[in-house]
């Protein structure tokens, strides 16, 4: 089987039913936003799409969620800046992990990977390809659901 999702709707509208019909779940994601600093909630200021769909699964249990965060890279030799950079990307993740506690976040330095796979509650499996990072872009391009 072989579906084109072309719309954040259809997206999400997609893994949420599978979630609710899996025993096992996982999201992967390079970076993650959603309205959350590592210091502050500004969703309201700041509605997004990826938001909505974290509230959405939040009470789910059995599933993780792996976040790309890139490594910590100075550009220049002791560079503070560089260092807080990577410190608040980081806290920002661990603010998600807060605010979502029965998710099971994971942090993976180089991933990049836009893959959704579930384990349904009938045995089978099935997996969601795709570009969507969960960082509240308005950007979206296409993903494609395959059954095994």
Known sequence: MSLLLETPQQYYITLLRLIQNSSESIITTFGVFCG???NADISAKFPNKDREFL????????LDVVV???GFTPYKKNCDDCLLSYARRTLRIEKHRELYPKINWYLCESLHSKVSAFKLKNG???AIIGSRNFTGSNNFEIAVPIED
């Open 55 to 62: 509230d959405s699964i939040a009470d789910y249990e059995n």
């Open 68 to 70: 790309g965060v890139g």
């Open 124 to 126: 089978k499996y099935i």
């Open 36 to 38: 959350i600093t590592y």
